[in-house]
């Protein structure tokens, strides 16, 4: 009996707790986006062990911190996590200077014990939230103490584990204080600022009931809505599981109730929130990995990857439509939700954040992160001014709806924040052992040897590769190791390292359907209650203008190169391409199956005369045809029986 009354008690204390740590990371942040007082190596080596410790304290708070320990067990571990944390994040802040300067190179016993302890944190947090992660760091640190037992050109002497400690922590220039974690607590803390207000003050609900208007008007705009709402929110969430979640729970059953099969309602939208890391101005991860591998402005990388986003959405759009008209899927099961005053000034909200970041990187030239602080700043004000006139409004009032959504705010912020520089903290630990035994050099004259200077040979085997990694591996180790890897040959035998590095992208992207994992296809088909394999293979299809795109980085390389009209220009050469070939896939254009297939595979040649002949004008004028049998399935479709309106197998 005593049992079963404290355990109630447990997480209102560690809530407690928790929301504490939660403000002071938060002011801290703040603050030093504000001023940038110290700079990002003292901000990573102070408040890397408080993202830890909100780690343990979130955990606890959910009672999955080692759950199969006894509860006593559990909170004493616990509170060694802290402590040890706090001892850390003392520690590092104290002797930063002396750490850096007077004993680099040369550190002391203690130096290297705190640093090993922050490492060996992080590799838990490894273990707790990505085992393949934790299992290949591990395998790369053995691989750099004991490269002397590996045969052929693997072959190292060996590294003392002091090297290896030291490169894990104390050196910042890799491990769990260098430049991967200190760009999620700086740069993509910036914008998680924006984007937990949004949701904090219910700006995606606001645009999903939008979303619910334009669906309740024809019966190909419900699933198109999971498109379109799916593109809104990628806008300002970089993540495919996010978009999943926040859009999937109310487009999928949406679309189930309508008529669409479960599988193909969560394959539509696993494809459509794969978009999440591909659409600016908040791309995934990966993006910002991007412009700190090429050495440029994040905004440089936002400037590019819009067209290659719309040519994405596209693509997932045609195929949804394709499939909403084999399906049929009607809308008698859904009715619009009514938009209140709130949700049009949150609507309005959304787009002024969009296009506030945009205006501030492009027009005035200002750094992202501070770029995003003034729109957060901005924006900020707006919903709590929002907020307090809409619960004044209520006939009813009290503290907890007023402060509820800044309760919700730091709870996000912190949690998102966190979450993220851990995981950048693991892949630094992962780097660190790749670059201190020299394994890209090794594998990337592999890559060269076996392709030799013919590039298509070797974006084959880079291909492979990326797939490869992304079976096992989220999107942002699956980029950084895939660019690591094939950058340097690509680009010695002469391509442009905006298109090396965005082919890595794009395939960082797709390992995150690559099978068997992907959490965006988990999430949706949990939600769906459809098999998982089947959503995963469902939505690869529906994903095809991902693979075009990665030819067309190669084929059509001004779209990534320079923004501008060159881009403009490759970038509809390359829809047309991917309209031609996703009708290809799934329209039908003659009921008898010796007329269509022949059809279809005539309509995909030439829309790969668009997507690869090297003569602009040629492929230009091989777009016509693709246009013409678009057209005549659409006359045909017009005029057929409604049993016979079938666009998809």
Not at 86 to 99: K, L, Q
Not at 110 to 131: H, N, P, Q, S, W
Not at 498 to 509: E, T
Not at 526 to 548: G, Y
């Amino acid at each position: 009996m005593s049992a079963s009354l404290e355990r109630p008690a447990r997480p209102r204390v560690v809530e407690v707790l928790y929301y504490l740590t939660a403000v002071f990371f938060f002011v801290y942040l703040f603050a030093y986006f504000w001023t940038s007082e110290g700079g990002p190596v003292l901000l990573a080596i102070t408040l890397v062990p408080v993202t830890f410790i909100l780690f343990t304290l979130d955990e606890l708070r959910r009672n999955e911190f080692y759950p199969r320990l006894p509860a006593l067990a559990g909170r004493a571990l616990a509170a060694a996590y802290i402590a040890i944390s706090i001892a850390v994040a003392a520690y590092m802040h104290v002797e930063y200077f002396e750490i850096g300067t007077v004993r680099a190179g040369i550190w002391s016993t203690t130096d290297l014990a705190m640093g090993a302890l922050m490492a060996l944190l992080v590799m838990e947090y490894a273990r707790r939230r990505y085992k393949a992660l934790f299992v290949l760091n591990v395998v790369l640190i053995l691989y750099a103490v004991y490269g002397s037992v590996v045969p052929g050109m693997f072959f190292h002497p060996g590294l003392s584990w002091q090297r290896i400690v030291s490169a894990m922590s104390v050196e910042m220039s890799t491990g769990v204080f260098s430049n991967l974690p200190q760009l999620a607590l700086t740069l993509i803390g910036s914008f998680i600022l924006v984007l937990s207000a949004l949701r904090a003050f219910g700006c995606v609900d606001s645009i999903l009931r939008g979303a619910s208007q334009i669906a309740a008007r024809s019966p190909h705009a419900l699933p198109q809505s999971a498109v379109l709402g799916s593109m809104a929110v990628a806008a300002v969430s970089g993540s495919g599981a996010a978009n999943a979640i926040t859009t999937g729970s109310a487009t999928i059953p949406a679309m189930i109730g309508a008529g669409m099969p479960r599988v193909t309602a969560a394959a539509i939208e696993t494809a459509s929130s794969l978009g999440g890391q591909l659409m600016p101005p908040i791309m995934g991860i990966s993006a910002f990995l991007m412009a700190e591998f090429l050495g440029r402005s994040y905004f440089d990388v936002v400037a590019r990857g819009y067209a290659p986003a719309l040519v994405f959405f596209l693509g997932v759009a045609v195929s949804v439509y394709l499939l909403s008209s084999h399906h049929r899927a009607r809308l008698q099961s859904v009715t619009a939700e009514t938009m209140r005053w709130i949700d049009w000034a949150n609507v309005a909200v959304f787009a002024l954040v969009v296009g506030g970041l945009i205006g501030l990187m492009a027009v005035w030239h200002l750094a992202p992160m501070f770029a995003a602080l003034y729109v957060f700043v901005a924006v900020g004000a707006f919903l709590v001014a929002a907020h307090l006139v809409s619960v004044g409004r209520a006939r009813g009032w009290s503290w907890r709806a007023l402060l509820a959504p800044l309760g919700r705010f730091v709870d996000t912020f912190a949690g998102m924040t966190a979450d993220l520089t851990l995981l950048l903290a693991t892949l630094s630990i992962m780097t660190g052992a790749l670059v201190i035994t020299g394994v890209p050099t090794k594998i990337g004259a592999i890559l060269i040897e076996m392709a030799g200077v013919n590039l298509f040979a070797m974006a084959i085997v880079a291909f492979f590769f990326g797939a490869l990694l992304g079976t096992g591996l989220p999107p942002a180790p699956t980029y950084i190791i895939t660019a690591l890897v094939i950058a340097p040959p690509m680009i010695k035998v002469g391509v442009d390292p905006w298109v090396v590095h965005f082919f890595a992208f794009f395939l960082a992207v797709w390992g995150e359907l690559t099978p068997p994992t992907s959490v965006t296809a988990a999430v949706t088909a949990k939600i769906a209650d459809a098999p998982f394999i089947q959503t995963l293979f469902h939505a690869i299809q529906i994903c095809f203008s991902l693979f075009v795109l990665m030819a067309g980085v190669f084929t059509r390389p001004e779209l990534v190169l320079e923004p501008g009209v060159a881009q403009i220009g490759a970038m509809l050469l390359i829809m047309v391409s991917t309209v031609g070939l996703s009708f290809s896939i799934q329209a039908r254009f003659a009921d008898r199956r010796e007329f269509d297939v022949p059809l279809r595979l005539a309509l995909a040649a030439i829309a790969l005369v668009v997507l690869f002949h090297p003569d602009r004008q040629v492929a230009t004028l091989a777009g016509i045809p693709v246009g013409l049998f678009v057209a005549y399935w659409f006359l045909r479709r017009r005029h057929a029986p409604v049993g016979a309106q079938a666009g998809a197998h």
